[in-house]
């Protein structure tokens, strides 16, 4: 109704640019060919070698099993349309940027289902247990977790670091640096705590070495976080936590513009496969 006001008086402002896709810093970007599910499979590992007596026999070692979570793509889509009337009438062209706001929401979909994918803490395929939880060594609790601190960072450092594959025999080597996630309130504390010389909270300010100094190779706040979580990933590029996946690869939203056949008009289409999935703790 605003836009197809008659009045000469107005002025079109510029439509709000989408916030920047931070997903892409911290979630594996994937491919498939089709709807149906995927497995992404985690492998385990042989134990240790048996020591052999002289005359002893080789003992046979069971080939370790791999563990599977299923992914998946959806399609999301919108259209809008406008009457002919509508379209000559419009004086300011504010119609002309509706095909990009579109887009602009598709790409924001997926930043959100990223985000709230993250929050929920689903439960894995593969054991039935929650992403962030105890039996998975990597859940923070207590008051002194919610705080980013050097000390809350190295706690997180140290169990990211002990992770062991599905067969708890050897450590699958996360190294630094990280990518911490955090609330936008947050990102001063993380900054401080990755980027300080000295320890940041130490009360007298004695000259005591940070030892979480540059362990982040990325500090991502974004307002799809909030309250006291946070949460320190490794590379998605090596071990990925959450994956995006698109069909054919395809990033870009497909858009249409067509006539309406029942109505003196066009109607605009806007639609992208794609889809967030859990794959490895």
């Not at 080789?58 to 999301?76: G, M, N």
């Not at 924001?108 to 998975?136: G, M």
């Not at 090596?238 to 249409?256: A, D, H, I, K, R």
Request: negative net charge.
């Amino acid at each position: 109704p605003v836009l197809l006001e008659n009045t000469l008086n107005k002025t079109l402002l510029e439509s709000y640019s989408v916030a920047a896709a931070t997903w892409k810093q911290w979630c594996a970007v994937g491919s498939v060919a089709d709807f149906r599910p995927y497995k992404r499979l985690r492998m385990g590992s042989f134990g240790n070698l048996d020591s052999l007596n002289e005359a002893g026999e080789y003992k046979h070692k069971a080939i370790p099993d791999a563990t599977a979570e299923t992914v998946s793509i959806d399609t999301k889509a919108n259209t809008i349309s406008l009457t002919r009337k509508a379209i000559i009438n419009d004086d300011l062209g504010g119609f002309v940027r509706l095909g990009q706001m579109l887009a602009r929401a598709a790409a924001r979909s997926i930043e959100a289902d990223a985000y709230a994918l993250l929050v929920s803490n689903p439960a894995l395929d593969s054991d039935s247990t929650a992403l962030f939880h105890a039996n998975h060594g990597n859940l923070g609790t207590g008051g002194a977790a919610a705080a980013i601190t050097m000390t809350s960072l190295d706690t997180a450092r140290t169990a990211m670091k002990i992770q062991k594959d599905r067969s708890g025999n050897d450590y699958i080597g996360i190294v630094e640096p990280f990518i911490l996630l955090c609330p936008v309130a947050k990102a001063g504390a993380a900054r401080t705590a990755n980027e300080s010389e000295f320890d940041p909270d130490t009360a007298n300010k004695l000259q005591r070495t940070n030892i979480t100094r540059g362990i982040l190779k990325a500090i991502v706040d974004s307002p799809y976080l909030s309250g006291n979580p946070w949460y320190l990933l490794a590379d998605p590029a090596q071990f990925p936590t959450v994956e995006v996946l698109f069909l054919n690869g395809n990033q870009t939203p497909y858009s249409e513009q067509g006539e309406r056949t029942n109505v003196d008009g066009v109607v605009w289409l806007i639609r992208l496969d794609y889809g967030v999935n859990v794959v490895d703790y």
